[in-house]
């Protein structure tokens, strides 16, 4: 399985960016999958994540209301994405995007996440 994050860059604080992660590789669509960001040292911490039916979804408390993650789904791959919206200082950091093959209930828990993309880094200027 492979991830491919791409999105990043530079924005001014209250502005938008929409990250994208290609999966491919996966011989079924049973992941759950998820975004996870790591600021300068700082531990990497859970951002928001879909279920692998796209019927449930679960955000960071500091991204509520602001982000938004979605999916779309091949054969053989899929596409998650996030919309970052009223994005703010804090959120700097590099963005990783994951996927978890046990399709569990529990979408936050950066345990499950077997497999993970390179990370796209977002800079939000004050």
């Known amino acids: 399985v492979q991830l491919q994050a791409s999105g990043g860059g530079l924005v001014q604080s209250g502005g938008s960016l929409k990250l994208s992660c290609v999966v491919s590789g996966w011989t079924d669509n049973t992941y759950n999958m998820g975004w996870f960001r790591q600021a300068p040292g700082k531990e990497r911490e859970f951002v928001a994540a879909?279920?692998?039916?796209?019927?449930?979804?679960?955000?960071a408390d500091s991204v509520k209301g602001r982000f938004t993650v979605s999916r779309d789904s091949a054969k053989n791959s899929a596409y998650l994405k996030l919309q970052m919206n009223s994005l703010k200082p804090e959120d700097t950091a590099v963005y990783y995007c994951?996927?978890?093959?046990?399709?569990?209930?529990?979408?936050?828990?950066?345990?499950?996440?077997?497999?993970w993309g390179q990370g796209t880094l977002v800079t939000v200027s004050s």
């Open positions: 879909i279920s692998w039916g796209g019927m449930r979804t679960s955000y």
């Open positions: 994951a996927a978890d093959p046990s399709s569990g209930w529990e979408l936050s828990d950066k345990s499950r996440y077997a497999y």
